[in-house]
């Protein structure tokens, strides 16, 4: 009679095992389905229709709508701002963070947090604030204009509004590898002579190369990008001031929707080659680390 109980206990605790591994795995393959779904709705069904309509007319069709005088400037200007920004912010963006990280001064907290305000104010009022004050009625833009200096409706006024767009995300990248540096290195190399641009090139920037190039791969994605506070800063001016974006703004409010799918699509197509190589570049960068690492242990 105790062995069949037994028996009976043991069949029992075999069914629930089953059941129980039977629904932990539908919730697994429940929860991957849920979140595939919802990123090829989000993300891959339109732009995967917007590829489908942009080649919808033959190859030919999008070569033209592409290699017209207008998108072939608005995609060399919207590369040189991007490329641009992404200097200026790399080299500013590192200063910065070091400012933050390794100094003290009054108010740190404070400008701590306006580094963020890039990210949290809508880019229409950025180029709207910039506007004000740079524009032909602003205080700085009547001291540019009387000495012959035009900064807005220009190239400069539309770098100054992407390298504001943009500020945060080499700061925020390299801030907190800064922050965890172990600084007997630097300590050791001021030991033995080295001067401060010594120790930040030999010391410093190798530590923080990783942060640097993923701040950078963004800040030209976004600079890439961006819109708000250009259309109000640029005058989205054709073959003058006018960038990929506004090209594509444009030639759909015009109802020519070959044209603005086509950039759309090559403006895709370089985020994601960029992306893919911050991926492949962080990959060696990590295997690199995990070697010296390993020379390193005794």
């Known amino acids: ?132 004050l740079y524009g032909p009625v602003g205080l700085l833009g009547k001291i540019f204009s009387e000495a012959g200096v035009t900064i807005m409706f220009a190239f400069s006024g539309i770098l100054i509004a992407h390298t504001f767009m943009t500020l945060p995300y080499v700061v925020r990248a390299v801030g907190p590898i800064l922050q965890e540096m172990d600084k007997s290195q630097e300590e050791a190399a001021q030991i033995l002579g080295a001067n401060d641009l010594q120790i930040f090139t030999s010391v410093i920037l190798p530590s923080i190369k990783g942060g640097l190039i993923a701040g950078s791969v963004f800040t030209f994605a976004r600079s890439l990008g961006e819109f708000g506070a250009t259309i109000m800063v640029s005058g989205n001016l054709a073959l003058r001031t006018q960038t990929a974006p506004l090209f594509i703004f444009s030639e759909f409010n015009k109802g020519n929707i070959e044209a603005a799918s086509s950039m759309s699509v090559i403006l895709v197509i370089i985020s994601f080659v960029l992306f893919f190589g911050f991926k492949v570049i962080a990959k060696i960068l990590e295997k690199g680390g995990t070697k010296s690492a390993k020379r390193d242990i005794p």
């Open 1 to 132: 009679m105790k062995e069949i109980r037994l028996k009976l206990v043991s069949q029992a605790v075999a069914a629930a095992l089953r059941r129980w591994t039977f629904s932990k795995s539908f919730n697994q393959w429940a929860l991957i389905g849920v979140g595939l779904g919802f990123l090829a709705l989000l993300v891959l069904a339109p732009l995967g229709y917007m590829f489908g309509y942009a080649v919808s007319k033959g190859l030919g069709v999008f070569w033209e709508a592409i290699s017209s005088p207008e998108a072939l400037f608005s995609l060399r200007f919207t590369l040189v701002l991007a490329v641009a920004t992404t200097v200026i912010n790399a080299v500013m963006g590192t200063v910065i963070a070091f400012m933050l990280v390794r100094r003290r001064f009054p108010l740190k907290g404070f400008f701590d947090s306006v580094i963020d305000l890039p990210i949290a104010i809508p880019a229409s009022v950025t180029g709207f604030t910039l506007l004000l």
